[in-house]
């Protein structure tokens, strides 16, 4: 069993008007082993995504404070490929293009980057894996021929980012809200690979704003994220409670201090936050 653990978490960001360094994320605790499935919930800016970029070492998020480690070992000093290596992997919110470089020639790279030097995975057994999770996220051949995201619209890339976490086959997978953009028919298909990827040795953690992604991918565990820190942590009933009356009334009951996106419903309405 592998364990991806958070300590105290403590991340700052510089604010590009003021020059100064804004705390985001407030003492962040979490541990997610190997067999277990996560899901983060929170309102907008309360640092989810700030959280998936440091683990994998996005260095625009500085940290002041704490560890993140990985089987014992601190991965704060490892650079992104060092992680990756470890077997980290971030399918991210909003994943880049990159022209020049296929698909196929992306994926085999990073699978290989993983293997001993003289072990590559063989092409007859890349593209026997390739043409299987092909066809289970209903993708055309043709996308691995393809410049890496170039032209793709948002629900290519999405599915393009599940593709790559099902030919990497990591230890722990960061799911920065691949729900969002998508269709429901286009949401399922997605879920299929992620849960296809269900294992004792593999583990996930996904952030998202929506139950409706937990009733495809079932958490073992929900944590919700206010101010910077994590608040609350339950099964997945506590996502269907969230869904049902939003987060003013858990940031009441546990005396956040903190403005919520309703408020400004609410009170655009003449009334009164809850």
């Not at 009933?237 to 009334?249: F, H, I, V």
Request: charge should be negative; include cysteine.
């Amino acid at each position: 069993m592998d364990k991806l653990e958070i300590k105290n978490l403590h991340v700052c960001i510089e604010n590009e008007e003021t020059k100064q360094r804004d705390e985001i994320l407030k003492g962040v605790n979490l541990l997610l082993r190997t067999g277990e499935t996560h899901a983060i919930m929170g309102p907008n800016g309360t640092g989810k995504s700030t959280l998936s970029e440091t683990i994998m070492g996005n260095p625009k998020y500085q940290v002041t404070e704490g560890e993140i480690l990985l089987n014992g070992h601190n991965i704060l000093q490892d650079w992104v490929d060092q992680r990756a290596r470890l077997g980290l992997f971030l399918a991210m919110q909003y994943p880049v293009e990159i022209k020049g470089i296929t698909n196929a020639e992306f994926m085999r790279a990073a699978i290989n980057a993983r293997r001993p030097e003289k072990s590559p995975m063989s092409i007859r057994e890349f593209l026997s894996d390739l043409d299987q999770n092909l066809a289970l996220l209903n993708m055309p051949e043709s996308m691995a021929d393809r410049y890496l995201n170039e032209g793709f619209s948002g629900g290519e890339k999405k599915r393009n980012e599940i593709l790559q976490l099902m030919m990497i086959r990591p230890k722990f997978a960061i799911l920065d809200e691949i729900d969002s953009g998508l269709d429901i028919d286009a949401l399922k298909v997605v879920a299929k690979g992620v849960n296809t990827m269900a294992s004792p040795d593999f583990g996930t953690l996904m952030i998202t704003h929506y139950q409706r992604l937990l009733n495809y991918i079932h958490p073992d565990q929900v944590h919700v994220m206010m101010d910077g820190r994590i608040v609350k942590t339950g099964d997945a009933s506590l996502a269907e409670k969230l869904e049902a009356e939003g987060y003013a009334g858990l940031r009441d009951e546990l005396g956040i201090q903190v403005d919520l996106v309703d408020d400004d419903q609410i009170a655009n309405q003449g009334g009164k936050a809850s």
